[in-house]
Each structure stands twice: as C-alpha cells, then as structure tokens.
C-alpha cells in the first residue's frame, strides 16, 4: 500500500506518494517513486499555471492532455486555477499513478472535467485525440522529451495548439555529452557561459523539426531555465508556407573560449564561409560551435505581459518566492534575445577581474548608450548589445583598475 501525504501548491491540494518516506537519507527524487511528484518544480509549475492562463486571455482551450502524469498535480491545478472550462485527458502507464490522479479529481470536484487512462504515452495521444484534437499538450517527462514529440504534435488541433515540453537530461544539452545531443535533438551542444540558452534553442528546434515534418509550422511563447532543467512553450499550426518560412530561424552560434566571442549564423549563410572575428587582437581561443538550433525569438511579448499582469492581480504569496524576479526578467530580455546573455562573473574571472554589482554594470552601459536588459537565465549575467569588450572596459572603470 503507498504511503501518502497531502500537499498544496498554489490553490491545489491534492495526495501524492510521500517524497520524504520514499527518498529517504537521500533525500533525492527518484522516478522509482510509486507515485511520481517532485515538490522542487513548483516554481515550474507556478510559472505554467500563470503562463496558460495569460495564454487563455487571447486563445480558447476546449481540451488539454498531459500524457505522462504521475500525481496529476499539474494538470489539476491548471482546472482548478486557471480560467475556462476546458476539459482534460490525463495519461500514465503506472496503475497506482491511475489510481491517485483518479482520487485527486474526485476530491477536487472535477469528474466532469477530467479523466484519467492507463497506457502508453505516445499510443494514447495518437489514439485519444482522433476524435477531437487537443488544444494544449503539457510533456513533462523524467528526461528528455524527444520521444514524445511526433504524437505530442499529431495530437494538438491543426488551427492551432500549445505545446509545452520540459527536458531534464541537462548534462546532454549543456555539452556534456554532444553526441548524445545530436542523437536526441539534432544539434552539437557545446560547454559555453550561455549553455542553458542553447539547451532551450536546442529544444525548440527539434520541435520545429518535427512539426515540419508534419507539415505544421512553430511559433515560440515563452522559454524558462531554472535549476535542473529546462522549458519551452510553443505554438503549433497547420501551416506549411510559414513553417518554411521559419526555416531562417535555423542556425548556428559559435563561441571563442579565448575571448567570449559569439557569432550567430543562420543555416542558409554557412555556405559563405564567414570569418570570426575576435574581440581581442591575436587571440588563440578555440572557436565551438553549437547546433543547427534554433535562432530566433523565443519569447510572444504580448502573452508575456499579460502573463505578468495576471500575476499582478493575484495574491503573489501562494506562488513560488522567485515567481515576480523571473517574469520581470523575461519582460526585459525579450526584446534583445538576439544576443546570447554574457555571464559577468565568467568574463571577470577570464580577466581576474573583481565583479562589480549587476545593476551598476547595466546603468553604465545604459548611460554609454547600449541596450541592456537582465535575463532570468542567470543572476550574474546580462544580455546586451555592447561588445565582450566594452562590458570588460565598463567592469574595468566601475573597479577603479
């Protein structure tokens, strides 16, 4: 018999197997639980419960489907916190997942709303949305999401669906293991100060691979990187022109090791044999490239913004403490996602630099006329137009050196 515990998140109460009987001295989240839930994506979850419904402000949703769904929390806090109606199909191939995601609803009052089916992931999505596709897929499996893709996509209505996808195989995508990259996602990972970054552009090129495939065009939503992994949302239309449209969003980012050099190149230019300039006169770094992946924007400001002003109106206290920092973050960095965030306390340490507060870094280069914005990829680093160089020059000049 599974030990259970009751938890809260959000406006969500809800059982689950009890994570602290399970992991033990460990202390470690295992998907050997026999209810799998991991209290740690709450932020995770926060986010994507804000996100839908700032999504829901301009877009219907009639049916959504988590196809791997363990305890079912997510999805349940999506009926129950998010506007509308909508119904949902909630997917797992473990009996006792069944079991608790069924109980959960019924102590929540959503039998009308919600079921639960016992299967393989990628069978039931391709079987359960024959009748009527869905119009909002949540993947968010142990790992990569790779696998699900193709029926994730298939499953979602041709006019125009949300797909959301976690992947938590970080070693894989932040250059760890590049091949095991290419194999999973179709493009090199390197070891960069921006790794997280390429994680997600890796993943949402893959997506846009596979909706290719199926003749359906991606538009991203929103990005997020926090902790152990990473999340895309994008939007899937039955669109072949735009998709080949969307094809000069495929690329190449190269990065000097020597320098902090990046160079952004689109697929169709390779051809040209374009040189890389350094930053720094006769510098020897080793150049790496990452990808082919995704080059283009990765955030929908509109969506953004009325994501955040959800938040606004809601009681901030029953969400995630880094909840108002992230969405300010993404707020700022949209509008210069064309340049790979530059890490500062990365650049001070290839220089022996002392770093100096963030905020004094991006007020300098403000006043000198540059854009800058933070990003909530990492709390050390900004995205800017200004060059390597000339933040090393304003790092220089804060420090007295």
């Not at 019924?106 to 079921?115: D, H, I």
């Not at 206290?317 to 949209?334: A, F, T």
């Not at 300098?364 to 854009?371: P, T």
């Not at 990003?375 to 995205?383: G, K, Q, S, V």
Request: net charge positive; charged share 25%.
């Amino acid at each position: 018999m599974t030990v259970e515990k009751e938890y809260t998140e959000g406006r969500t109460t809800f059982l689950s197997a009890d994570v602290e009987h399970y992991s033990g001295d460990k202390k470690q989240i295992s998907a050997s639980l026999p209810v799998f839930y991991n209290p740690r994506m709450q932020l995770n979850r926060d986010i994507s419960v804000l996100l839908l419904s700032g999504y829901l402000e301009s877009n219907n949703i009639e049916s959504m489907c988590e196809p791997l769904t363990g305890s079912g929390v997510r999805t349940l806090r999506y009926l129950n916190e998010c506007t509308g109606d909508f119904s949902a199909d909630m997917f797992d191939v473990n009996p006792t997942a069944v079991e608790t995601a069924t109980k959960n609803i019924k102590l929540l009052g959503l039998e009308n709303r919600a079921k639960v089916l016992k299967g393989d992931a990628k069978l039931l999505l391709m079987t359960e949305s024959r009748e009527k596709r869905f119009d909002y897929v949540d993947v968010d499996p142990f790992g990569t999401p790779a696998p699900y893709l193709n029926a994730a996509i298939q499953s979602l209505n041709p006019k125009g669906g949300l797909l959301a996808l976690t992947a938590t195989d970080m070693p894989v995508l932040c250059g760890a293991y590049p091949k095991v990259a290419m194999r999973r996602y179709g493009g090199f990972s390197i070891r960069a100060p921006f790794v997280h970054e390429l994680a997600v552009r890796l993943l949402d090129a893959i997506a846009f691979r596979i909706a290719g495939l199926n003749d359906c065009s991606m538009t991203p939503i929103a990005v997020l990187s926090t902790d152990h992994y990473v999340r895309t949302w994008v939007k899937i239309e039955a669109n072949r022109k735009k998709s080949n449209r969307q094809a000069d969003n495929l690329g190449v980012i190269r990065y000097c090791q020597g320098c902090m050099r990046t160079q952004t190149i689109p697929l169709k230019a390779r051809h040209e044999n374009i040189d890389f300039e350094h930053d720094i006169k006769n510098c020897k770094g080793p150049v790496r490239e990452a990808g082919p992946l995704w080059i283009g924007n990765l955030f929908d400001s509109k969506i953004l913004k009325r994501t955040n002003d959800v938040f606004k109106k809601d009681d901030a206290n029953i969400y995630h403490k880094r909840v108002p920092r992230i969405l300010e973050e993404m707020l700022e960095e949209y509008a210069l996602i064309e340049y790979p965030y530059i890490d500062l306390h990365v650049l001070c340490d290839l220089y022996n630099l002392t770093p100096p507060k963030n905020r004094d870094v991006i007020e300098y280069l403000k006043n000198a006329g540059h854009k800058v914005a933070r990003t909530h990829f990492r709390p050390t680093a900004i995205r800017t137009s200004a060059s390597v160089v000339d933040v090393k020059t304003v790092i220089i000049d804060l420090i007295g050196r």
